[in-house]
């Protein structure tokens, strides 16, 4: 059976300890030399970052998150030991773990760590599919003549320099397509290197659960266990065309997945489906005045953004959190697509105000999605509006005066609310 050992890389037949340097961290598979889909996914990125950049925080339980009525971004393992898990409230968490080191996010320090990622990962392969700041797809088909070695020992050698040279660890998932791929990285994390190969796939998955599946959120995972599905086995007794009936589109896919089966490609720079932006407040507030400040500068930002990109969206996404931690969404479509935050927060403003009074609220966020280029955006007038061409007009030139003088050069009023 192959074996590599991911401390020296050395290439062997099977043995439980490395002939070269004697060393226990091996991994072995039959197929091990013939996989190519590799999914990478950091241990506790933010959090690794942050006991990188400070010592004194190696063995202490480290959160990264935004104060005691915040969320949690992520976790440390030795958090995590203690029932710490990302999303969950703040106040939770620390009743969880009292002695936790709370850290606020530093997102750019975490962008330049994984654009260092990114960099040596393009040395190995370009067909790389970023799904955030700390993980991504590689696939390394045809690549073994280039390096003169298997894509499993140049994934070994990856974390093995992220480590080294960054101070970061990452665990690796290698299979035959995305979907396993995905599935083995978290397997054996951290520090994991596990490998799901095309003879065992059927064996493997039939026990496992389906919320394995990465993708399907809470409502499809309360409509598949209605119809009682909860594992792979209960999903292959459904033939394909029950599933699409019962679940559409989804049901398609799931057909697929339960075989093992996935056929989409690792795709680089993979379109962009949404622009969103939210915040979570340091108190529960009802305040009107606070709620529409905060509403106007997360449009503003989403509008940025999409300005950024070159981009423009059709439906416009009002998202906020009660605090009870219920979570109320709401979405409205245009008639075409907008890329200014003026229209942008006065559609977000007529979806909150349809909730009605229903807070106060600790949550509060606004998004673009079903994304298009620019140019499509903002080509038609309203006539029921007819100051919205102004309006546009002067965001325009503000846009042009922030370019040139910064970004609190000029501000709106209700954005000092």
């Given at each position: 059976?192959?074996?590599?050992?991911?401390?020296?890389?050395?290439?062997?037949?099977?043995?439980?300890?490395?002939?070269?340097?004697?060393?226990?961290?091996?991994?072995?598979?039959d197929e091990l030399w013939d996989l190519s889909i590799a999914h990478m996914d950091c241990d506790a990125f933010y959090a690794?970052?942050?006991?990188?950049?400070?010592?004194?925080?190696?063995?202490?339980?480290?959160?990264?998150?935004?104060?005691?009525?915040?969320?949690?971004?992520?976790?440390?393992?030795?958090?995590?030991?203690?029932?710490?898990?990302?999303?969950?409230?703040?106040?939770?968490?620390?009743?969880?773990?009292?002695?936790?080191?709370?850290?606020?996010?530093?997102?750019?320090?975490?962008?330049?760590?994984?654009?260092?990622?990114?960099?040596?990962?393009?040395?190995?392969?370009?067909?790389?599919?970023?799904?955030?700041?700390?993980?991504?797809?590689?696939?390394?088909?045809?690549?073994?003549?280039?390096?003169?070695?298997?894509?499993?020992?140049?994934?070994?050698?990856?974390?093995?320099?992220?480590?080294?040279?960054?101070?970061?660890?990452?665990?690796?998932?290698?299979?035959?397509?995305?979907?396993?791929?995905?599935?083995?990285?978290?397997?054996?994390?951290?520090?994991?290197?596990?490998?799901?190969?095309?003879?065992?796939?059927?064996?493997?998955?039939?026990?496992?659960?389906?919320?394995?599946?990465?993708?399907?959120?809470?409502?499809?995972?309360?409509?598949?266990?209605?119809?009682?599905?909860?594992?792979?086995?209960?999903?292959?007794?459904?033939?394909?065309?029950?599933?699409?009936?019962?679940?559409?589109?989804?049901?398609?896919?799931?057909?697929?997945?339960?075989?093992?089966?996935?056929?989409?490609?690792?795709?680089?720079?993979?379109?962009?489906?949404?622009?969103?932006?939210?915040?979570?407040?340091?108190?529960?507030?009802?305040?009107?005045?606070?709620?529409?400040?905060?509403?106007?500068?997360?449009?503003?930002?989403?509008?940025?953004?999409?300005?950024?990109?070159?981009?423009?969206?059709?439906?416009?996404?009002?998202?906020?959190?009660?605090?009870?931690?219920?979570?109320?969404?709401?979405?409205?479509?245009?008639?075409?697509?907008?890329?200014?935050?003026?229209?942008?927060?006065?559609?977000?403003?007529?979806?909150?105000?349809?909730?009605?009074?229903?807070?106060?609220?600790?949550?509060?966020?606004?998004?673009?999605?079903?994304?298009?280029?620019?140019?499509?955006?903002?080509?038609?007038?309203?006539?029921?509006?007819?100051?919205?061409?102004?309006?546009?007009?002067?965001?325009?030139?503000?846009?042009?005066?922030?370019?040139?003088?910064?970004?609190?050069?000029?501000?709106?009023?209700?954005?000092?609310?």
């Open positions: 059976m192959p074996a590599l050992c991911r401390d020296c890389l050395t290439e062997f037949d099977d043995a439980q300890r490395c002939p070269s340097c004697g060393r226990p961290r091996i991994v072995r598979h690794s970052v942050e006991k990188r950049e400070d010592p004194s925080l190696a063995d202490k339980p480290v959160i990264i998150g935004g104060g005691r009525r915040g969320v949690v971004s992520t976790a440390c393992y030795v958090a995590r030991i203690r029932g710490v898990r990302s999303a969950m409230p703040m106040f939770k968490a620390l009743d969880l773990c009292p002695d936790a080191v709370v850290l606020k996010p530093r997102m750019q320090l975490y962008a330049e760590v994984s654009r260092q990622i990114r960099a040596m990962m393009e040395e190995l392969t370009p067909a790389i599919e970023p799904l955030s700041l700390d993980e991504a797809f590689l696939d390394l088909t045809g690549t073994a003549r280039l390096h003169g070695h298997p894509p499993a020992v140049m994934m070994a050698r990856l974390v093995k320099r992220m480590r080294a040279e960054l101070g970061v660890s990452g665990s690796i998932g290698l299979s035959h397509n995305k979907f396993l791929a995905k599935i083995a990285s978290d397997l054996d994390k951290p520090h994991g290197f596990s490998v799901i190969g095309r003879a065992e796939t059927q064996d493997f998955l039939r026990p496992k659960p389906i919320r394995m599946i990465w993708g399907v959120g809470n409502a499809g995972q309360e409509s598949l266990d209605r119809a009682g599905i909860r594992t792979f086995e209960d999903l292959l007794r459904w033939d394909r065309e029950a599933l699409t009936a019962r679940f559409g589109s989804m049901g398609e896919r799931l057909w697929h997945l339960a075989r093992g089966e996935d056929h989409r490609r690792v795709t680089r720079d993979a379109p962009v489906k949404s622009i969103s932006n939210e915040t979570t407040f340091g108190e529960d507030t009802a305040d009107p005045e606070i709620l529409d400040g905060h509403l106007w500068r997360m449009c503003e930002k989403v509008a940025d953004r999409a300005k950024a990109k070159g981009l423009a969206g059709r439906v416009v996404t009002l998202k906020v959190r009660r605090s009870d931690f219920s979570i109320l969404t709401r979405r409205q479509s245009l008639r075409d697509a907008t890329q200014m935050a003026d229209r942008l927060y006065r559609t977000a403003r007529g979806l909150f105000d349809q909730l009605g009074n229903r807070g106060p609220y600790r949550l509060l966020g606004a998004g673009l999605s079903d994304l298009v280029p620019a140019d499509q955006a903002d080509r038609y007038g309203d006539l029921l509006d007819p100051q919205a061409q102004a309006r546009a007009e002067a965001e325009r030139a503000t846009d042009a005066i922030r370019r040139r003088f910064g970004e609190d050069a000029i501000l709106k009023g209700r954005a000092l609310r």
